[in-house]
């Protein structure tokens, strides 16, 4: 009977140790991202896509007469402004003077071209909004970043 207590006593007291501290991050819900959507929708008439911190889709909405190539475009876009912590205009006018670079736009799953940007609460990112046949590459951008800004989030640090 003391063996088994006393066993479990450790093994209880070694899993709690196990347990690490991880930390908390802030997310971007699905409400939010509809606010972003609707706040997108009333700046241009575009496709336009939101991903959460992981890559994960949350919203993908196309207006009306705005071409089916821009909701693949938007979400591209929004990919490529998460995975680079970067506004997609800015990283693809980067790309296009690093020689080193120049190979970017051959992967497939990133879009050099404006209209993605990163999503900040504070200083922490959050997610990414792409848009897409707002026409062309800085309004498409404009559009976004005037939607993040009116929910009060940051596309840059």
Not at 51 to 76: F, K, Y
Not at 99 to 110: F, G, I, R, S
Not at 118 to 129: N, R, S, T
């Amino acid at each position: 009977m003391y063996r088994t207590a006393l066993f479990l006593s450790l093994a209880l007291t070694g899993a709690a140790q196990a347990a690490p501290q991880l930390p908390r991050h802030a997310d971007l819900d699905l409400r939010t991202a509809r606010q972003l959507a609707d706040a997108s929708l009333a700046h241009c008439n575009a496709a336009l896509t939101v991903l959460d911190r992981g890559g994960n889709l949350l919203v993908a909405l196309r207006a009306d007469a705005v071409g089916p190539h821009n909701s693949l475009a938007s979400q591209r876009k929004a990919y490529t402004a998460l995975s680079s912590k970067t506004a997609t205009r800015l990283f693809a006018e980067r790309a296009r003077n690093n020689p080193e670079a120049a190979n970017l736009n051959t992967l497939p799953e990133l879009l050099l071209l404006g209209g993605g940007v990163p999503l900040f609460a504070d200083a922490e990112l959050v997610g990414a909004l792409g848009i897409a046949g707002a026409g062309g590459a800085a309004q498409d951008e404009a559009c976004a970043v005037q939607a993040a800004e009116q929910l009060g989030l940051k596309t840059s640090l």
